[in-house]
């Protein structure tokens, strides 16, 4: 069965150094998008991407972060300048949106350490 | 208001009974619905889709009622592998972002 991969599964990294999260869709979804999951907390939408674009962005998507697909398979996400709030889960997830309900499928997570 | 509520739970029960979860989304142009579940520290895994007909899938049942924006999730004949913390969610004014409910945690005891 196609899966969400998602490297590396831990990321240590300084306050204020820049991060790249990996993660590689289904081959046949059209959309893909990050959620991040502070430890005990629920999982927020950070944003969407489709036909190389953002398709939309929650507050928490501020200048800091950007999305990249650079070839294609690879869909990263960046961190900027990472400040000890960014650590989390960060999933990756993709979507056939030609399917019924445009089910989103994730990734087994980054988890991201800002030290 | 929280736009997709849920009861945290825990909800401890033993093997073989039904527990019922209960969701409240506040954005009635929500336009998808669905049962994720999340076992500790790894991804949401999706379990099934909701609608106002209702679905089955083996064991789990789901319900939609739009009129009191309210969804549910029956779970017949609790197994040990069932223990999961279950997440209500709803998509926004598109269906290209998923809104997560806190979460409900389930414990099935043997």
């Known amino acids: 069965e196609p899966e969400v991969t998602q490297t590396p599964s831990h990321q240590v990294t300084q306050m204020g150094q820049e991060v790249i999260l990996r993660c590689v869709p289904i081959?046949?979804?059209?959309?893909f998008y990050w959620y991040r999951q502070i430890l005990g907390q629920k999982v927020e939408f950070l944003v969407s991407f489709y036909n190389n674009e953002i398709s939309e962005k929650s507050e928490i998507f501020d200048d800091q972060f950007s999305v990249e697909r650079p070839d294609g398979s690879n869909f990263t996400l960046k961190i900027r300048s990472t400040k000890l709030e960014d650590s989390a889960m960060y999933f990756c997830?993709?979507?056939?949106?030609?399917?019924?309900?445009?089910?989103?499928?994730f990734g087994p997570g980054t988890r991201l350490t800002v030290l | 208001r929280k736009e997709v509520e849920q009861d945290p739970g825990p909800f401890n029960v033993p093997e073989g009974a039904t527990v019922a979860f209960n969701c409240t989304y506040s954005n009635s142009a929500s336009q998808s619905f669905f049962w994720y579940r999340q076992d500790c520290r790894k991804e949401p895994k999706l379990l099934m889709s909701?609608?106002?007909s209702g679905n089955e899938d083996g064991r789990f049942t789901a319900q939609l009622n739009r009129a009191s924006q309210y969804i549910s999730l029956l779970i017949r004949d609790s197994k040990l592998s069932d223990s999961a913390t279950y997440l209500c969610?709803?998509?926004?004014?598109?269906?290209?972002?998923?809104?997560f409910g806190s979460g409900t945690r389930l414990l099935v005891r043997p």
């Open positions: 081959s046949n979804h059209l959309y």
């Open positions: 969610v709803a998509s926004g004014d598109s269906s290209y972002k998923l809104i």
């Open positions: 909701v609608y106002s």
């Open positions: 997830a993709s979507s056939d949106p030609r399917g019924r309900d445009n089910e989103q499928f």
